[in-house]
């Protein structure tokens, strides 16, 4: 990519990676909780207080704004264009909340029972992963039902999707 993303405050800031040149600025109006790229790098999320915002990477143009009855956090993208699925995922307290990323529709808001420290969808759009400080939780990305639960004594402190979106580690 050309194109490096950071985040500070209440602004995302666009550099050119080969120059160090900012290219653009995004503004917010309350402090930002994350911000990324999709897997096309076509567009970018970010959490902002109770918002959620879809720009998109080129002409940098808000797409799509997201409200939520409480602040968001750790948001991250469900896609896999192949299959049609276009989703947004943020955090907020103990749920992990999941939008239509074309429409802003809210989809489904998943109870993992503590707070949620990460969420991720898989490779294959399929899947949704929150973990908390001692559970990993897995879910149906279109019913919400989930899949399977791992307990561990010890805190959690990453997890990741396999590539091919079939294992998590």
Do not use: C
Not at 25 to 31: F, G, N, S, V
Not at 39 to 46: C, E, M, W
Not at 136 to 148: Q, S
């Amino acid at each position: 990519g050309t194109l490096v993303m950071t985040a500070s405050g209440s602004q995302v800031q666009l550099w050119n990676a080969f120059s160090g040149t900012l290219i653009n600025t995004l503004d917010h109006d309350a402090p930002l909780t994350s911000a990324s790229f999709n897997p096309a790098s076509t567009r970018i999320l970010t959490t902002s207080g109770s918002s959620l915002y879809i720009w998109n990477a080129s002409s940098y143009q808000q797409e799509l704004a997201a409200e939520y009855s409480g602040p968001l956090d750790h948001g991250a993208w469900l896609e896999n264009l192949s299959r049609g699925v276009r989703k947004v995922l943020a955090t907020s307290g103990s749920t992990a909340v999941v939008w239509n990323a074309v429409n802003g529709d809210l989809l489904l808001e998943l109870d993992h029972g503590a707070p949620v420290e990460r969420v991720s969808g898989s490779p294959l759009g399929t899947r949704i992963l929150t973990h908390g400080e001692h559970v990993v939780r897995v879910w149906n990305a279109t019913n919400g039902g989930e899949v399977m639960a791992v307990e561990l004594e010890d805190p959690i402190s990453n997890t990741a999707w396999e590539s091919s979106g079939g294992a998590v580690l």
